[in-house]
């Protein structure tokens, strides 16, 4: 099995120096709307990306981001927890003293914002803040799982009790949307909360939630967490996981004249479902010591290495940071330097493209908020605060970060 992975970890080496040509090639060909930037310090870089996503999107009256972009007043609660994920990864480079002096004060206001989101009985948060002019919006448990993992790494940070407590209540939400057991593919957590028992069932709407329950246990030795751990990541990898070692988006079922139920798998590949079950795998296997669930993560890592290397320009830029910081993570508990080495060369190289290609002359990254799908030659108005909060991740994780646990 090591020598597997090893030939496989060389395979790589020779491809992304290929494929990493060619995803340059590709883009510069596009065209500029800006002269090319090298961006070496990573850390001033993240800073930089971090203070235009502030100064053009934050609303100090409301405490809340803009929605610019996304066509509403407000940013959504997806959008709002990014941006914590970003100012919490900032904090995690080594010796980031200029930055974290005032993270306190940061991660106090994103944690405020994010409770402007709660519906009104307190347990989820809403896709839409009920504040005026917005009226609040539906509830999704992929949302609410990517609140829950900043509020995690927010509270390893700065050990306030307060954000596990609301990390801990998210996750009962988060398990109460697990599925009725007659259904085809039984169980998974919904990724919308309410409606048809046969909406769908969501590869992000589950892993995510599968990590924060891992690092739960972790944190609590709550033997609760670790059970529901397994049981949320057993179920993707059982209905979802591809014959590559890559994980597919989506379960839909449906029901036929006769009565009977049937189901769909949308087989879309996205970066950040390969990556939160590799991050799952990896802390399955610290809490667990079972070598299964590493072997099973590498496995994924490398496949989906190989897989996305010459197609990452076509994801949008927070599955890339997502991806990115579980490969990052899967690495720091393999300590495998070789693939190290591949990671951190892949993201150079994705933020290189990032940076000589889809940046304003103000350090807002271009993606627009429909898609936040890298594009060129598109209104700034059109682009919305997710592109520059999954870039301070990434440029954060380049310049040293990696996340605690």
Not at 113 to 138: F, H, R, T, W
Not at 227 to 246: C, E, H, M, S, T
Not at 357 to 379: E, H, K, L, V, W
Request: hydrophobic share 40%; with cysteine; proline share 5%.
């Amino acid at each position: 099995m090591r020598r597997a992975i090893f030939a496989w970890l060389i395979l790589i080496l020779l491809i992304s120096a290929v494929a990493g040509f060619y995803l340059t090639a590709q883009v510069m060909n596009r065209g500029r709307s800006r002269s090319a930037v090298s961006c070496s310090d990573y850390y001033e870089c993240a800073v930089s990306a971090y203070e235009a996503l502030v100064k053009t999107y934050y609303l100090p009256s409301f405490h809340l981001y803009s929605g610019q972009g996304l066509s509403m007043p407000f940013a959504g609660f997806w959008q709002t927890a990014q941006v914590t994920s970003a100012a919490n990864y900032l904090s995690l480079v080594p010796n980031s003293s200029g930055f974290g002096v005032n993270f306190n004060k940061t991660l106090v206001a994103n944690y405020e914002a994010m409770q402007l989101y709660l519906d009104p009985l307190g347990k989820g948060y809403e896709s839409s803040p009920p504040v005026p002019p917005s009226s609040g919006g539906p509830e999704y448990y992929d949302d609410n799982a990517w609140g829950l993992l900043a509020l995690i790494q927010g509270y390893l940070i700065s050990h306030n009790e307060t954000y596990l407590a609301k990390a801990r209540a998210i996750f009962n939400f988060e398990v109460g949307g697990w599925a009725d057991s007659s259904l085809p593919c039984p169980g998974g957590i919904y990724w919308e909360v309410g409606g048809s028992p046969l909406r769908s069932r969501n590869t992000c709407s589950n892993a995510p939630v599968a990590e924060a329950a891992a690092e739960l246990y972790l944190i609590t030795g709550n033997r609760t967490y670790l059970d529901w751990a397994q049981r949320i990541y057993g179920w993707v990898f059982k209905y979802l996981r591809a014959p590559n070692a890559l994980y597919y988006d989506h379960i839909t079922c449906f029901a036929y004249s006769n009565g009977s139920v049937g189901y769909r798998i949308n087989t879309a590949f996205w970066t950040y479902n390969q990556g939160t079950m590799i991050g799952t795998g990896a802390m399955l296997y610290i809490a667990t010591g079972n070598s299964t669930y590493l072997n099973e993560a590498k496995e994924t890592a490398i496949s989906s290495m190989l897989y996305f290397q010459s197609r990452l320009m076509s994801q949008p830029i927070i599955d890339n940071a997502i991806y990115f910081r579980n490969l990052v993570r899967l690495g720091e508990v393999t300590g495998n330097q070789t693939f190290n080495n591949e990671v951190y060369s892949m993201m150079k190289n994705y933020t290189g493209v990032m940076c000589a290609n889809y940046r304003y002359s103000n350090d807002i990254f271009m993606a627009p908020g429909y898609s936040d799908i890298p594009a060129q030659n598109i209104p700034e108005s059109e682009v919305d605060v997710m592109s520059n909060a999954a870039m301070v991740q990434i440029y954060s994780l380049l310049a040293g970060a990696k996340p605690l646990l």
